[in-house]
């Protein structure tokens, strides 16, 4: 995956030229610098901003995910909207090194106030926010002043993953589960109390607030997006949404857009939200499923193949090299300290480093569907992630991983059936039981120092050490505490 020409980093001047398209330093694959197309870049924002303004919208949030999971906005009215789409809209750099909390660190290479990215809204993906009247949402790429892509940009680094796959012949369709727990609004510093009282999975939890689930489907729909199911989840006051899979990025931008939603139907409804990974210590928490499937001319290459239950020999070298990572991969697919209190046995959030079909104690689930449809429905999931890590990074890592075990030809090892916690202790490897572990395993990757190119390789370090430095002694309840309404 080529990131080698991708220069800026801290004390970069900006370039005084705008650089010709030819020689912005563009990976393959990524889109096409904001020069190159600026007019066209006007045009459709133009087109835009007639649909926009039929449907009463005066302004537009572009939002980015920053290295910690926050959600991070920049937000400009519709008359600015074309500006933005041709020339970007100012953000500092060291958002790369912000904390959940908004503490600000730094990098070898990110850090201090001086500086700025073009934040620039993906015209091709804005929509009317249905449960936020008189507002649109556009995800964002950032790029240098001078027209170069930001290193540290995470949307860019997920193409750059795509493009890797698409110049083997690979497409992928990937979807991230969204659970979360709703509570009666109220400070922040209080227990959550829950709007109903109704059991796991019941029946009485969807009577309760099935107004509210109702408009909440209904606001999913008006943005574009195909619901496959609502229901309510384990923990008091848990539901889990997912939507139908669509291509990586378009999955990653969808989960951010989908949390949006729920957060903003909710608080209509005098509720409040959180995609935490645990909300309450000790109880089942939050996940952030990640579905994934691998395609070759239109074949699902998780099926028809000769590997276990009809994996290709390339979809079980790609599931073998996510496998074989994920203990890297966690240090992108969960960034929180709180996302180890989560991933623990017997809940099911996939605390073993091993696969199984339909297993959910496993980090690796293989799901192939009922008979008939596997062709298309086969996938994997991946149990272990939650909701704080920033989904351009969970699966942009994924991919560059897979693509790694798919080049080596890997095979996957024995299947895990059952519960790995009754197994023969030691025979099954759990997977990090904190930030330290992950993150000494992230310093050994050479692969996703390699993918994600070493401003970003290195931003996502210093985040991640910050935080689990900042937690260090915490108990479970204070950190619980600490995290609960920041994701
Ligand atoms: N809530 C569980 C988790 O933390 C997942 C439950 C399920 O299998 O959907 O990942
Ligand atoms: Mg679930």
């Keep these: 995956m080529s990131t080698g020409t991708v220069t800026a980093g801290r004390g970069e001047p900006a370039a005084e030229q705008e650089p010709a398209a030819e020689d912005a330093g563009r990976p393959a694959g990524v889109a096409l610098p904001p020069r190159a197309d600026r007019a066209e870049r006007g045009e459709r924002a133009r087109a835009a901003v007639e649909r926009l303004r039929a449907a009463e919208v005066d302004a537009v949030a572009v939002t980015w995910v920053d290295n910690a999971g926050i959600a ?12 933005a789409a041709q020339w970007g809209v100012g953000t500092a750099p060291c958002f790369d090194v912000f904390l959940a909390d908004d503490t600000i660190v730094s990098s070898p290479l990110t850090g201090g106030p001086t500086g700025d990215l073009r934040l620039y809204p993906d015209v091709d993906r804005l929509v009317p926010l249905a449960a936020q009247p008189g507002w649109a949402w556009a995800p964002g790429d950032r790029y240098t002043q001078g027209g170069a892509p930001h290193p540290g940009c995470q949307r860019l680094f997920a193409r750059r993953a795509v493009a890797a796959a698409a110049e083997r012949g690979l497409g992928l369709k990937a979807g991230i589960e969204i659970e979360w727990v709703v509570a009666l609004a109220g400070p922040p510093e209080e227990e959550p109390r829950y709007p109903t009282a109704g059991a796991a999975y019941g029946l009485q939890r969807l009577t309760d607030l099935s107004g509210y689930l109702r408009e909440l489907l209904r606001a999913l729909a008006e943005q574009g997006l195909t619901v496959l199911q609502i229901h309510p989840e384990y923990a008091a006051g848990q539901f889990e949404v997912s939507v139908a899979p669509e291509g990586p990025v378009e999955a990653a931008d969808t989960s951010v857009l989908v949390r949006q939603t729920v957060r903003a139907v909710s608080a209509r409804h005098g509720l409040r939200v959180s995609f935490a990974p645990v909300v309450e210590a000790g109880s089942v928490g939050n996940g952030g499923h990640l579905h994934l499937s691998l395609w070759r001319d239109g074949r699902n290459l998780a099926r028809g193949g000769s590997g276990p239950h009809g994996l290709t020999a390339e979809g079980e070298g790609f599931l073998a090299g996510v496998l074989g990572a994920l203990p890297e991969l966690l240090v992108l697919g969960s960034s929180s300290p709180a996302g180890y209190l989560r991933l623990v046995p017997s809940h099911w959030a996939g605390a073993y480093r091993c696969w199984g079909l339909e297993n959910r104690e496993a980090a690796l689930r293989l799901v192939t569907g009922s008979t008939g449809e596997r062709s298309t429905a086969a996938n994997a999931e991946i149990k272990c992630f939650d909701a704080t890590a920033n989904p351009y990074l969970a699966l942009g890592g994924v991919l560059a991983a897979g693509l790694a075990g798919l080049d080596r030809g890997l095979t996957l090892p024995p299947e895990v059936t059952g519960d790995p916690a009754q197994a023969e202790p030691g025979t099954v490897p759990r997977l990090p039981a904190g930030p330290a572990e992950a993150l000494a395993a992230y310093r050994r990757s ?28 915490a108990t479970p309840e204070q950190l619980v505490a600490a995290t609960r309404w920041r994701y």
Excluded: I, N
């Excluded at 970003?456 to 430095?469: K, P, T």
């Design 72 to 83: 991070r906005v920049k937000a400009v009215p519709l008359t600015g909207l074309v500006h």
């Design 446 to 473: 050479a692969v996703l120092r390699e993918a994600l190119g070493e401003p970003l390789y290195e931003a996502v370090l210093a985040v991640r050490l910050a935080e689990s430095e900042q937690y260090a002694g």
